[in-house]
Structure formats: C-alpha cells, structure tokens
C-alpha cells in the first residue's frame, strides 16, 4: 500500500481558502490508484470522509462541503488536491489522504465508506484551523 503524505494546511479566518496537497511520500506513482479520497478528523470526534476521486474525473462529497470544497488529481505531478473555500469553524481538523486501486465506482465508494475504519497506513495528515 503506497504510503501517502499531506501539506498545505494552515490557520485561515472564516470564509479563507486553503489547497491541500497529497503525494506519495515513497514516490510511488499514484496514477495506478484510481480511487483516492480525503477524509478529516475533529477533535474528540471520528475520522469522516470528505471527498472522493475515481478516474481523476468522477466526483462526491461529504454533504457539509458540497459547493465549497473541489477534490482534483493530477497524474502529472503524482498530486491529490483539495480546494477548499468559504472556509467555516466547522471545518477544523486533521485533514489525511487516501488511495485505493479499486477498479470500479462501485468498488470506490465502498473502499470510502469503510476507509475511516479500515484504512492502513495513514500519513501523519495536515491540520486546517478555522477561526470565526
């Protein structure tokens, strides 16, 4: 399992805007996982999912950032990205990456839907804090 590391996280007032970046911190090349998400965690609370990725094209996200966040993948720059505007408190936390070679949307969403529980091995993530 490529091991992933995250930047770009940072301390924004309310409505701010920030861009994370995830690559493999192995160099292994993240165009032969098509299946790749993020996810965040709260102080006190569980991991979460926030958005997924499959074929660098198809697109979900978490109902609390729909509209305000975007989750891109360049192949070019073995990147992960997620655009995140209109920042709120609510958004503060622990921001990880996550990487699947599942083959199939089907197979993708699934892999989300359990990676909060499931998934190994995290990287150390990026925190994004959020002042009102």
């Known amino acids: 399992q490529v091991q992933l590391a995250e930047s770009g996280g940072g301390s924004v007032q309310a409505g701010g805007s920030l861009t994370l970046s995830c690559t493999s911190s192995d160099h292994t090349p993240i165009r032969g996982y098509y299946c790749m998400a993020w996810f965040r965690q709260a102080p006190g609370k569980e991991r979460e999912g926030v958005a997924l990725?499959?074929?660098?094209?198809?697109?979900t996200y978490a109902d609390s950032v729909r509209g305000r966040f975007a989750i891109s993948k360049d192949n070019t720059k073995n990147t992960l990205y997620l655009q995140m505007n209109n920042l709120k408190p609510e958004d503060t936390g622990l921001y990880y990456c996550a990487a699947s070679r599942a083959a199939g949307w089907g197979s993708c969403t699934n892999f989300y839907d359990r990676a909060s529980h499931d998934y190994s091995p995290w990287g150390q993530g990026t925190q994004v804090s959020v002042s009102s």
């Open positions: 990725i499959f074929s660098a094209r198809t697109t």
